[in-house]
Each structure stands twice: as structure tokens, then as C-alpha cells.
């Protein structure tokens, strides 16, 4: 069974580009375009990746993760951000286990190296 990773970025082209990426690496990807939609994805297929957009109507990216991490903590989470000044604040948040990139992201070596990463376990905030 393909690994499931649900997208959640208010920007319709974008959260598809990413799924459509995703898709071609193997993966079964499910797309939310708000927190309240992804929440009620995220209960129906239980993925085992989350990447969500950190500014987002209704609900932001951390609001989003910090609700799924009290159900599952295990949850693995990365969040990105079109926004330089927020890349600050991503790196507090690291500590608390949500790595990050910035968008526009390379989808060829950031994306899929960071996704990797995450699936498997060895990521790194340091690299």
C-alpha cells in the first residue's frame, strides 16, 4: 500500500502541483484547502504525512498541526511557508517537531529530500 500524505494550502495551483508531485514520487496524496477540511480528511484516512501551508483562512498551519498532534502524537507534520519573515518562527517551531521549508521550494531536491526524510525518520533540522 502507497504511503498517503495529505497537502493543505489554501492556494488551489499550488497544494496540486505539490500533490501532482507527490503522486508521480508513490505516494497516495489527498488535498485539503483549509484546516477545518484537512481535519475531516485527516480523520477519514489517517495519512501518514501531513504538509500543510502555515497561513491559511479559518485556521492556520500551526493551529491545524497542534490539533492533530493532540490526537496523534506520532503525527508526522511539515509545514511551509511563502512568507521570508515567518521562516524565523518556523525555527522555533522546529524544536517542537514540525521541519519546514520555504515556497517556492525545488520540488527535485528540497520537496522530495525533506518528504523522504520525514517518511523514513532520519530528518534532520541541523542539515
Known amino acids: 500500500m502507497k504511503p498517503k ?3 493543505v494550502d489554501d492556494v488551489d495551483t ?3 502541483v505539490y500533490a501532482r508531485f ?10 485539503a ?10 480523520e477519514q484516512i489517517k495519512p501518514d504525512l501531513v504538509i500543510s501551508d502555515i497561513r491559511m483562512p479559518k ?3 500551526f493551529e491545524l498541526a497542534n490539533k492533530i498532534r493532540k490526537m496523534n502524537p506520532d503525527q508526522k507534520i511539515i509545514l511551509m511557508t511563502g512568507y521570508a519573515d ?13 521541519p519546514f521549508f520555504t ?3 525545488d520540488l527535485q531536491t528540497t520537496v522530495a529530500k525533506i518528504v ?9 533540522a541541523e542539515k
Not at 33 to 42: C, P, Q, S, V, Y
Not at 90 to 96: I, N, S, V
Not at 116 to 124: A, E, P
Open 5 to 7: 500524505i495529505l497537502v
Open 14 to 16: 499550488i497544494a496540486r
Open 22 to 31: 507527490l503522486e508521480r514520487k508513490g505516494y497516495d496524496v489527498h488535498i
Open 33 to 42: 484547502f483549509n484546516g477545518d477540511e484537512a481535519l475531516t480528511i485527516w
Open 59 to 61: 485556521m492556520s498551519g
Open 86 to 98: 515567518e521562516a524565523e518562527v518556523l525555527e522555533q517551531q522546529q524544536t517542537h517537531g514540525f
Open 103 to 105: 515556497k517556492p521550494a
Open 116 to 124: 523522504s526524510d520525514v517518511m523514513d525518520g532520519t530528518y534532520n
